[in-house]
């Protein structure tokens, strides 16, 4: 079982755990990452000051309309109700556990309209109205289809939305043998982290081949931001969890070397309909 599967049933005996990881599960980002102190109050803060960047990223105001793909318990869809008013919030996610929590700990405030449901993200379900912005935030790589869940948004996006994506890349200088290492490495790595919930498997791409699906779709990449350097000290404060629980070095140092050596990067691609 991966470490995110039990995180839900784990709450109730480790408040510490539940703080940090009972709104976000995603890496954490630090401006400063000198600043970081390896400990999971800390790595709590960088994770929603993640989602603060992704917001600030979006340039998101009042009154917008926003769909968060693949929105585990909430947390960014929390920080957005907290700091605007008149937001239609939608999270999807296909785990029903984390939909259920999400639900049950946020509260809608300034008029906000939130709604969380239990979907498979490349099979989004029909909305009443076009969102400003969709977000995938650190959870793409798990889906069966980029090109599916980017045609889906297309279809529920507005002609002057975003589309905002958060993802390891691919290092294009050893694309002829990732297949090899995601395959026999790397997927285990991802699954023994996130555990069979989030996925079985996993596909991490190049900006070349995500401009390609941008193309196909309907959408542009309008813009690269890397953050790697900024969400290294992550994996310390992940690594111990992952060590003390499971004793697997191997998945709890796989990632981070891999990043280290910028063989992938962590990074957030923003998208734009075309006409």
């Known amino acids: 079982m991966g470490y995110f599967d039990a995180l839900v049933e784990r709450f109730s005996e480790d408040k510490e755990l539940e703080k940090a990881f009972g709104k976000h599960i995603h890496w954490g980002y630090w401006e400063n990452p000198s600043s970081a102190d390896g400990s999971l109050e800390d790595f709590a803060v960088a994770a929603n000051n993640l989602s603060r960047l992704v917001i600030d990223t979006a340039g998101i105001k009042d009154g917008y309309k926003i769909l968060d793909a693949g929105c585990g318990f909430g947390g960014t869809i929390s920080l957005l109700n907290d700091s605007f008013d008149n937001l239609q919030l939608r999270g999807v ?16 405030r300034g008029n906000n309209d939130i ?26 790589f798990a889906f069966p289809s980029r090109e599916k869940f980017f045609g889906g948004v297309k279809r529920n996006i507005k002609k002057d939305g975003q589309l905002i994506v958060v993802d390891f890349i691919i290092n294009p200088t ?24 989030a996925t079985n498997e996993v596909a991490f791409i190049d900006v070349k081949t995500y401009r390609k699906i941008a193309k196909k779709t309907g959408f542009t990449l309008d ?43 962590y990074q957030i691609l923003v998208f734009k309909p075309t006409e």
Do not use: H
Request: charged share 20%.
């Open 93 to 108: 996610n296909i785990d029903g556990v984390q939909v259920k929590r999400a639900s049950e700990m946020i509260q809608p």
């Open 115 to 140: 709604e969380f449901i239990e979907a498979n993200a490349c099979n989004l379900p029909n909305f009443n109205s076009l969102f400003d912005v969709a977000i995938a935030l650190e959870c793409i």
């Open 174 to 197: 050893i694309i002829q043998t990732w297949t090899w290492f995601e395959k026999n490495i790397l997927s285990r790595l991802i699954t023994d982290t996130y555990g069979s919930k």
């Open 223 to 265: 813009k690269v931001i890397n953050i790697n350097k900024n969400v290294q000290p992550t994996y310390p404060a992940i690594n111990k969890i992952i060590i003390d629980n499971f004793n697997d070095l191997l998945t709890a140092k796989g990632l981070e070397v891999f990043s280290l050596f910028n063989l992938i990067s």
